[in-house]
């Protein structure tokens, strides 16, 4: 049973660009990393759809890559969670897509997160309300299906705060980074463009003054 979320701040960075660049519409993505025990590390997030977020054919293309890719870190990473945004400012819980995209990531780890951001707290976390952070936590509890987590289980990793991941979001996105944010959807319109985003995760650690890793 998952105890702990870390994510380093680039993750979250960027899960919070993407849902900058697309503010009208839903979209979601992957969280890579490594569990520990109980305890869920994220190191990277790996932005998807905005287009349509159940694109049965091209989600299957973009779990293969992304496990492609995963299989270079040496066993350092691995697909550990699923994050989700939908474009309704009401809307703070897994949707029957988002359950199915989910399922699909635990059946292959069985300790994976979903991740959604809630659209009422994102707002008043980026103007600077530090109370409560905008990513709510769910697990799956076996054949009960997924289940809400207290939100204190998740928290940002190392040298990282959430004032210091507000601060990085608000730099990079006054700066428009988020309009160079590359998502699966456009990988696809344009193959020569790197949804992995490395450009960014460097910016995001640089905004936030974390020491890069080698």
Known sequence: MVQ???CELPSLVKVLLHAAKYPNVSINGLLLGSIEG???KVADAVPLFHTSVNLAMQLEVALAMVEAYTKQSAGKLSIVGYYHAEARVQAADMTPVARKIA???SSKQSNAVAVVIDNRKLETFLKGDMSEHPFDLFTKDGSRGWRREPSSQVSVASEGSWQSLQTAFASLHGQQVHSTLVDFDNHLDDVSKDFLNPK????????AGLKQRA
């Not at 960014?200 to 650690?205: V, Y």
């Open 38 to 40: 109980d305890d869920v």
């Open 103 to 105: 399922d699909k990531i």
């Open 200 to 207: 960014i995760t460097s910016l995001a650690s640089l905004s």
């Open 4 to 6: 702990s979320v870390k």
